[in-house]
């Protein structure tokens, strides 16, 4: 009996012209986002490239002091190619960061973006949370109710049937029907992507893209089962399915904006910009502190030149003994402003995390960015490591090349600068660490999936069907 009314639910929506039209339209939505995400990598990876180039050739540039700002040393990342697939923080990542002595800063962030920048970055995730998952939503909202509406659910509940038969016949034939189009249009997608040079069966994307189309699953049966329960609540077409797009609407919509809008609330955070000017200004007071010292110990008479010729090499070495004590503050200084600041973010964006998840949608989103290389884990691994080169580069090169200065004079000494280091290569994440940062989000969606189908099914049982 169970096969029966699997089957027949599955043969009801296959010959419909809803399922046509849905199937049409998923089809031509997917291959337009993974074309228009696989042009735009190809743009940032070629500038990229450009940047990489520009990088090599401008390495051999003698270190400026009085110029702290110039752009000297940089740390590269390569776009992931999986940005293709999911967006994620690849727009708000910047392709290099600049390693100044006072402190890190971000470089270009793209290749400059439209004004249909304004209407954001239609994606993969975006066709899933906002078309197939109302797809899956309206398909669910009316298996019970129409059932319920037109007598036929009593009459098949007449039949010695169980109703934990009827429910799930019903209920996995109806999901058939969602995963199927969601599975199809992705594989033509994916196909055509193929065809334009995508390595699609490269391991290194293979895998991610699988664990991409698993949790897509799991948050489509999520969102088929809110309207599953709507469903048997109201034995009623249009309650249901107002009552359940109501609800998808809040869960992909408003719960994760306003979890991420609560925790900027509760924990305000500075950006990176004022961070960096913070930077400056203390890296700038140390400097003039150590100014007047130095001009403490000689008058005005130093725009003698045959003076200060004569007396070059001791006032190089009383300055920079003066330099070393003020260099150790500097570092310190930049360090604790650069930590507080990391720590704080680090806190905000946990909270928003956690608020963030009390939505299923919440959960697909950081699913998918992480495992796309997109998301907040790959955006922490490239600053900690240009924070990391910055110390590296602020020991051989900026503490080692101090500007000194006596009233209207200044010179730069070098007391033993090295070449730096060079700079790390950000490597995409193995998909072991993709894996363990999203085992959270995947158990939460399955948690979500498991609920619903609890209550469904527990409200199925008990309801009274007249």
Not at 269 to 280: A, F, G, H, I, P
Not at 342 to 365: D, F, I, M, T, Y
Request: proline share 4%; aromatic share 10%; charged share 20%.
């Amino acid at each position: 009996m169970f096969k029966t009314i699997l089957f027949k639910e599955i043969k009801g929506h296959l010959g419909t012209v809803t399922f046509i039209v849905w199937l049409s339209v998923s089809c031509f939505l997917v291959w337009m986002v993974l074309e228009s995400g696989y042009s735009r990598y190809e743009q940032k990876h070629q500038h990229y490239l450009d940047i990489g180039r520009e990088t090599k050739d401008g390495s051999s540039k003698e270190y400026n002091p009085f110029m702290p700002d110039e752009e000297q040393f940089r740390v590269l990342r390569e776009p992931s190619i999986l940005s293709t697939i999911v967006y994620g923080l690849e727009g708000e990542m910047p392709v290099y960061m600049t390693i100044t002595p006072n402190g890190v800063r971000s470089g270009s962030v793209g290749t400059g973006e439209s004004v249909l920048s304004l209407f954001g970055e239609l994606d993969f995730l975006l066709v899933i949370e906002l078309v197939l998952g109302l797809m899956a939503v309206v398909q669910a909202s009316s298996l019970i109710s129409s059932e319920g509406e037109n007598g036929t659910l009593k009459l098949i509940l007449a039949n010695p049937v169980s109703r934990s038969t009827v429910l799930l016949g019903k209920g996995l034939g109806g999901y058939v029907i969602v995963a199927f189009v969601f599975v199809f249009s992705t594989f033509i997608g994916l196909l055509f992507l193929s065809i334009r040079g995508f390595p699609l069966f490269d391991s290194a994307v293979l895998a991610p893209i699988v664990l991409i189309l698993v949790g897509s699953l799991v948050y489509l049966l999520v969102t088929f089962l809110v309207g599953l329960f709507c469903s048997i609540l109201f034995l009623n077409s249009q309650v249901a399915l107002v009552l359940s797009v109501s609800v998808w609407a809040a869960m992909s919509l408003l719960l994760p904006k306003s979890a991420w809008t609560a925790a900027e609330l509760l924990r305000p955070v500075e950006d990176e910009r004022t961070v960096y000017l913070r930077q400056k200004h203390a890296r700038e007071d140390h400097l003039r502190a150590q100014h007047e010292e130095m001009n403490k110990h000689y008058p005005q008479q130093l725009d003698d030149t045959e003076w200060f010729m004569a007396n070059f090499a001791n006032l190089s070495e009383e300055g920079a003994a003066v330099w070393s004590k003020y260099s150790d503050r500097i570092s310190k200084d930049l360090a604790t402003i650069a930590e507080g600041h990391h720590r704080e973010k680090q806190e905000q964006e946990s909270l928003g995390k956690v608020l963030c998840r009390a939505s299923p949608a919440g959960s697909l989103r950081l699913l998918l960015a992480n495992v796309s290389g997109t998301g907040d884990q790959m955006r922490w691994r490239f600053l900690q490591a240009a924070w990391n080169y910055q110390n590296a580069v602020n020991d051989n090169v900026f503490v080692k090349k101090p500007v000194l200065a006596i009233q209207n004079r200044s010179w730069v000494h070098d007391m033993g600068a090295e070449d730096p280091p060079p700079p790390p290569l950000i490597k995409a994440l193995s998909f072991g660490s993709v894996l363990t940062e999203s085992a959270l989000d995947i158990a939460l969606l399955s948690v979500y999936a498991v609920l619903l189908f609890m209550l469904a099914y527990m409200l199925f049982m008990r309801r009274s069907i007249v």
